[in-house]
Nanobody, 124 residues
Framework: QVHVVESGGGLVQAGGSLRLSCAAS????????MGWFRQAPGKEREFVAA????????YYADSVKGRFTISRDNAKNTVYLQMNSLKPEDTGVYYC?????????????????WGQGTQVTVSS
């Protein structure tokens, strides 16, 4: 059974930073791409960032490019999302997901295991 657990969310002022962590177990972590998605109140879940199995390929949503950085530590079975210059529109529940294969992908249906999410709130 695969378990995915996010942590690191919280309340931060606009312009501040947060680092989210996601620990995955139950699958050979280094064989699979990982992704971050988010869902704002009243909106559909959207892609934020993805990283390939070895970390060499990374994708970002246009809205976070230049502010967010995705990384992974395969020795620790953990993926991170460093979020800088946060804006109120970054507020939402952030979900970590394990992809079905090794290639980074923006497509939600290509992920098959999801965490419960961690709340990020950015105040203006």
């Amino acid at each position: 059974q695969v378990h995915v657990v996010e942590s690191g969310g919280g309340l931060v002022q606009a312009g501040g930073s947060l680092r989210l962590s996601c620990a995955a177990s139950g699958r050979t972590f280094s064989n699979y791409a990982m992704g971050w998605f988010r869902q704002a109140p009243g909106k559909e879940r959207e892609f934020v960032a993805a990283i390939s199995w070895g970390g060499g390929i990374r994708y970002y949503a246009d809205s976070v490019k230049g502010r967010f950085t995705i990384s992974r530590d395969n020795a620790k079975n953990t993926v991170y999302l460093q979020m800088n210059s946060l804006k109120p529109e970054d507020t939402g529940v952030y979900y970590c997901a394990v992809a079905k294969g090794p290639a980074a992908t923006r497509k939600e249906y290509e992920y098959d295991y999801w965490g419960q999410g961690t709340q990020v709130t950015v105040s203006s």
